[in-house]
């Protein structure tokens, strides 16, 4: 959606400067203007932090969920101490980078506003991320037994394991899943 987002601005710039350059031929034109939005595009996503900053300016949002990142085992054993401490349900969310249903799910679902203040009220929420093949995201994934991304692990409040889903949830879908977790 980025890319065709993108690609479209490029479009409609090259078309108000057509005008402008009517001088070229159609041909030389669209040989610029398709060489420009190629080398566009491969330039912002192939730039880590160009394309991290582009990607946060499209999706930015007064408040989204106040997610903590782990990576470690030792760092999800921590949280689950705090969470039990501070007497609140625990939320892992288990995800990769480079997961489609994982980036839909944070711009979508996770970014409604009923999801964000639920999460933000009532849990820790932890995001784990396993892109790197580490010992440690090995042993989380063993671990939790997470088959594939996202997975969603709950806890209650006593740091008991309170329920597991996984896959990309609609909004409605997701707020169910919480409701189960939380009874």
């Not at 595009?41 to 192939?46: A, C, G, L, R």
């Not at 999460?119 to 989380?140: A, G, R």
């Amino acid at each position: 959606m980025t890319t065709l987002y993108f690609i479209l601005i490029f479009f409609t710039l090259g078309f108000v400067f057509s005008a402008i350059l009517d001088r070229l031929s159609k041909k030389l034109f669209l040989s610029l203007l398709i060489i420009s939005v190629l080398g566009s595009s491969f330039v912002i996503f192939n730039n880590r932090d160009l394309y991290e900053t582009f990607k946060t300016e499209i999706n930015k949002k007064d408040e989204l969920v106040n997610f903590k990142t782990i990576i470690t085992v030792q760092g999800v054993k921590d949280i689950k101490e705090e969470a039990k401490k501070a007497k609140k349900p625990l939320f892992l969310l288990f995800y990769r980078e480079t997961c489609d249903h994982c980036v839909k799910l944070e711009r979508t679902t996770l970014a409604a506003d009923k999801i964000v203040n639920k999460l933000n009220e009532d849990f820790i929420s932890v995001k784990v991320d396993i892109s790197e093949d580490t010992n440690d995201t090995k042993k989380l994934i063993k671990m939790y037994e997470v088959e594939g991304t996202p997975t969603f692990i709950f806890f209650d409040r006593d740091g008991e394991f309170d329920g597991k889903d996984y896959g990309y949830q609609t909004e409605e879908e997701f707020f169910d899943t919480i409701d189960l977790t939380t009874d």
